[in-house]
């Protein structure tokens, strides 16, 4: 009997052109095979063109959406970062919704991703602003356009950059403008305070030295001054001309005049309850500076006439988990919690929190806030 005529050969067929079936579908990259979900396996120019139509489709329309989301920005927001991995400026809706980043890219530096451990945000009048590029191998203070039509702030340059002129600039944390147009950059490696000329002036970006000091400290360190300091944090300029600067280290905030780098007062210190902090603001009349403080766990809130402290936000209110961005608009405090990922809001006139009625926050966050700036309308 040959195999033509064996009773079995339906079956046998049956069977094969069940394999030849079920290959087809298993390794020929369907819609519903391993190689089409998951990317594995060669892929036929047909498969190539339409997913080349798609991506092209999906850029013109994040293009159309740039300056939608953008606009919609009322914030700018820094992050902590993870070393190695894409960094920037981030914006905030009014309803706390994330947009961004809204930088437009910036060239590698000589230590790698750029922007790297972006921390201080200070406006400009033009529309720009300024922000630190706190990473350790490549401090410099960023400058960054008006908004343009594409949604991006562009960057226009540095505004400053460490090196063997201004040794002191290392590790930046917060930029503060002075009244009379100068930048003042505060640093966490060498705990001083440091000046530049500022970006409208003549040298714009070159440190500004005391007579007989080191090149660009206006306020010292406590390693070479008895009315230095020792764990720079936020810094602030005061109604009254004065910089007034949080000693993380020290448990105060000292007002310092610029003019001679000496020390004028002590406002707020540990006996007031202060632990660490970090970051200083002033209220729009300059009557009262608020503090928020990572090591007590609150935002102070100081009387700078009557030198009188007392606690504005209480430890741990809303889920307050290490203060650390402060800003103000309208009726309300914006306080970064850190470790929380989140910013909160409290109330100007009590600070009571937000009280929203599904009891979130303000923002969540993908990552620990840093600096907070308010855009202009």
């Not at 961004?100 to 921390?119: F, M, T």
């Not at 063997?164 to 290392?170: H, L, Q, R, T, Y």
């Not at 280290?249 to 002590?266: E, F, P």
Request: charged content about 25%; proline content about 7%; overall charge neutral.
């Amino acid at each position: 009997m040959t195999f033509m005529q064996h009773p079995i050969r339906p079956l046998l067929l049956l069977f094969a052109s069940a394999c030849i079936a079920l290959g087809a579908n298993t390794f020929g990259g369907t819609a519903e095979s391993p190689a089409s979900k998951f990317g594995d396996g060669e892929k036929d120019k047909g498969d190539k063109k339409d997913k080349s139509d798609k991506k092209d489709k999906n850029d013109k329309k994040a293009d159309k959406r740039a300056p939608e989301l953008a606009a919609g920005a009322q914030w700018l927001l820094t992050m902590h970062g993870d070393d190695g991995k894409p960094q920037g400026i981030w914006g905030l809706g009014s309803d706390g919704a994330l947009t961004g980043p809204l930088n437009a890219p910036i060239p590698d530096g000589p230590a790698g991703l750029v922007p790297h451990n972006l921390r201080g945000l200070a406006p400009l009048p033009d529309g720009g602003f300024l922000a630190m590029n706190a990473y350790i191998k490549d401090t410099r203070i960023l400058r960054f356009g008006a908004k343009d039509a594409n949604g991006a702030y562009p960057y226009l340059g540095d505004f400053a950059t460490a090196g063997a002129a201004v040794p002191a600039f290392a590790h930046g944390y917060q930029i503060a403008i002075a009244p009379d147009g100068k930048v003042y950059a505060s640093n966490q490696d060498s705990n001083t305070v440091t000046c530049f000329a500022g970006v409208a002036q003549p040298n714009a970006g070159q440190p500004v030295s005391l007579a007989g000091g080191a090149p660009g400290v206006i306020v010292p360190s406590d390693k070479t001054s008895a009315e230095g300091i020792n764990d720079v944090r936020g810094i602030a300029f005061g109604p009254d001309g004065l910089l007034y600067v949080c000693d993380r280290g020290a448990g105060c905030v000292s007002a310092y005049d610029t003019n001679t780098g000496r020390r004028v007062k002590v406002i707020a210190e540990s006996r007031h309850g202060l632990k660490r902090p970090i970051q200083a603001l002033f209220a729009a009349d300059g009557a009262t500076m608020f503090v928020g403080d990572n090591g007590a766990n609150c935002v102070f809130k100081v009387d700078v006439a009557s030198g009188r402290v007392e606690v504005f936000v209480k430890k741990g209110d809303a889920g307050l988990t290490e203060p650390s961005a402060l800003a103000i608009d309208g009726e309300w405090l914006y306080v970064g919690s850190r470790e929380g990922k989140q910013i909160l809001r409290f109330s100007l006139a009590d600070g009571k929190p937000d009280g929203k009625p599904d009891g979130k926050a303000f923002a969540t966050l993908p990552d620990n806030p840093e600096f907070l700036m308010r855009l202009k309308d």
